[in-house]
């Protein structure tokens, strides 16, 4: 099933159905509303994973992926789990190291030392294989990730086969809210009202953060998305949009200190904490502060990094299918770049751009290298972007180069060709990338008599950027 991110016709609030999900309310006209974000029985089984995990009181590890929609998707876990009554002395939380990924056997052993009985992991995509982590370990799996293989052993929630595909923050806050109602006693052993509003409250705003992260800060809340209307009115879209450019922040650098992101979102008690660095009301503490400021000095830093790796020439393969720019950097810019190029380069041909990072794992022999659909030759019409996702699909792209090279695609591994068919790249050998594109190179275009390097006609202008939508393509220029 494709992972194209089609918006529903619109359709008016007051005329949805309810859904078992408070402040969910409708669905899409070809998708049940107990059918979304993810299957009535996976939501079911995942929510039935998070109350057996609060009931025993187990140590409990969660792995968020480093962005907004990783972080916030495994804070509305965290806030979840304390507010059932887990405590937090017994969550840990763990970040996947820089240019690694949850399947590395490396990481399974990393996240084994905690001696957690439960762990969920949020938003870091999946592929078959052993179990994440060995021994008694009970796992669940929350994300949105095009994947029909999973780990062994794994309870799975993913909302990948369910257009319009949800972002894992929204299918954590969709999979939470129920939950809320069995937590918040309070001394009589009545339900405390206060304590539900306030985690509700927290839930709604990392919901819409962790979205916009995605989809970007001018998506359209419209059904079967959850209404957050009274969110974005309380906390305001400048506020919003801030917070989650600098929670994205330190990813990017080449210090990947993800731990200061979550810090700083597990300290505010509002999006609009973030916009302050000196004083806020009420008061941060000094750490949340600090973390803050650090949050703020991380993205001055991606961007004057950004900018410097932004000016070298693109490269085209024979065919003109393919713009590669070469960069080395220890920070992770390459998305960046090739978000950037994928909006100003033009050619008939033109149908994704790579950015190949060569720095990012200094002295490890690696290549980090992302690629994003080529956007500045697609025609319009009243205004309006008319290429959708489906006319490229970047892994299906990227694997038939590498298959005219006999061993070249095993070579490269589990780590080539990942994401997105709008957003994918991959961490391969230097050596194996410059295969890679030497094929790319080569290639011809049977439709063309000669190479179109000497015919295309190249425009890098910024003021050819085309206007951002809210599709698939637009939320994937943040990852």
């Keep these: 099933m494709s992972t194209s991110r089609k918006r529903p016709h619109p359709q008016s609030r007051s005329s949805s159905t309810s859904s078992s999900s408070p402040q969910l309310r409708g669905c899409s006209p070809s998708i049940p509303a107990q059918q979304w974000p993810a299957s009535t029985e996976a939501l079911e089984a995942a929510r039935s994973f998070l109350k057996e995990c609060v009931s ?45 990924n949850i399947h590395e056997a490396e990481e399974g052993r990393v996240m084994e030392k905690y001696g957690a009985r439960y762990a969920v992991v949020i938003d870091q995509g999946s592929r078959s294989g052993p179990r994440l982590i060995g021994g008694d370990t009970k796992t669940l799996v929350v994300d949105h990730h095009w994947s029909e293989e999973f780990p062994e052993g794994a309870t799975v929630l993913s909302s990948a086969k369910f257009p319009p595909i949800a972002t894992s923050s929204t299918l954590a806050y969709t999979l939470c809210l129920p939950l809320l109602a069995s937590g918040a006693t309070g001394s009589s052993g009545a339900k405390s009202e206060a304590p539900m509003r306030e985690t509700i409250t927290q839930l709604e705003y990392l919901c819409v953060m962790g979205t916009m992260g995605d989809l970007g800060t001018s998506f359209r809340w419209e059904l079967p998305f959850p209404d957050m209307q009274d969110c974005l009115k309380r906390c305001t879209k400048k506020a919003l949009g801030e917070a989650v450019s600098l929670i994205n922040a330190p990813r990017r650098t080449s210090k990947y200190d993800i731990e200061t992101a979550w810090s700083a979102l597990l300290g505010i008690s509002s999006p ?8 806020a009301f009420p008061p941060l503490s000094s750490s949340t502060l600090q973390h803050v400021k650090r949050l703020h000095e991380a993205r001055a830093d991606v961007r004057a990094e950004t900018e410097h790796c932004s000016h070298s020439a693109p490269s085209f393969s024979g065919d003109g299918k393919v713009a590669l720019i070469r960069i080395s950097s220890a920070a992770q810019v390459h998305p960046l770049i090739a978000t950037r190029w994928a909006g100003t380069l033009k050619s008939a041909r033109l149908q994704i751009v790579m950015c190949a990072n060569d720095g990012y794992l200094e002295g490890q022999n690696m290549t980090n290298f992302s690629c994003r659909t080529a956007r500045g030759n697609i025609p319009k019409k009243n205004g309006c972007n008319q290429k959708t996702e489906e006319n490229v699909d970047i892994i299906a792209l990227l694997k038939s180069y590498a298959a005219q090279v006999p061993g070249l695609r095993e070579s490269m591994g589990e780590n080539f060709a990942r994401g997105h068919k709008e957003a994918s790249g991959g961490i391969v050998r230097t050596e194996d990338f410059e295969r890679l594109w030497a094929v790319m190179l080569n290639s011809k275009d049977p439709q063309v008599g000669e190479s179109p390097n000497k015919k295309r006609k190249v425009s890098g202008k910024r003021k050819d950027m085309p206007k ?12």
């Excluded at 009181?57 to 965290?78: E, F, M, N, Q, S």
């Excluded at 609009?272 to 004083?279: C, N």
């Excluded at 951002?468 to 990852?479: A, D, G, I, K, P």
């Design 468 to 479: 951002q939508s809210n599709t698939l393509e637009s939320w994937v220029r943040r990852e």
């Design 56 to 100: 025993m009181h187990l140590p409990t590890l969660l792995v968020p992926d480093k962005d907004a929609d990783g972080l916030c998707g495994g804070l509305i876990v965290y806030r979840t789990l304390v507010h059932m009554g887990l405590s937090p002395s017994l969550i840990a939380v763990h970040f996947v190291k820089k240019g690694s």
């Design 272 to 279: 609009k904490d973030f916009m302050v660095t000196a004083r």
